[in-house]
């Protein structure tokens, strides 16, 4: 069955790094377009960052140039690299399918805090 698995999550001041990774398995990883969501505190899940199979990535206007997702296909692991982080980049983090849309199924997801 599938299972995602996050971790990396952290408590960090404002300006500061965090790497999420996200270990896959029960899909076909090399060939699936995966995404990392986030869900903060009264608002509803947005997916931030998106790679193909191919490593070709794409981000929502809110992370574009402080984030950057890459993957490990031979590991079934797929990473976020945030950067210059933000009080409002405080939230629960998912990685999930991302072509048609995220599964059903849903990983446990990793706490970011980001405290000013």
């Known amino acids: 069955q599938v299972q995602l698995v996050e971790s990396g999550g952290d408590l960090v001041l404002a300006g500061g790094s965090l790497r999420l990774s996200c270990a896959a398995s029960?899909?076909?990883?090399?060939?699936?377009?995966m995404g990392w969501y986030r869900q903060a505190p009264g608002k509803q899940r947005e997916l931030v960052a998106r790679?193909?199979?191919?490593?070709?990535?794409s981000y929502a206007d809110s992370v574009r140039g402080r984030f950057a997702i890459f993957r490990d296909n031979a590991k079934n692991m797929v990473y976020l690299e945030m950067n210059s982080l933000k009080p409002e980049d405080t939230a629960v983090y998912y990685c999930?399918?991302?072509?048609?849309?995220?599964?059903?199924?849903w990983g446990q997801g990793t706490q970011v805090t980001v405290s000013s």
């Open positions: 999930n399918t991302v072509v048609p849309g995220p599964l059903d199924y």
């Open positions: 029960g899909i076909v990883f090399s060939v699936t377009a």
């Open positions: 790679i193909t199979s191919r490593s070709s990535a």
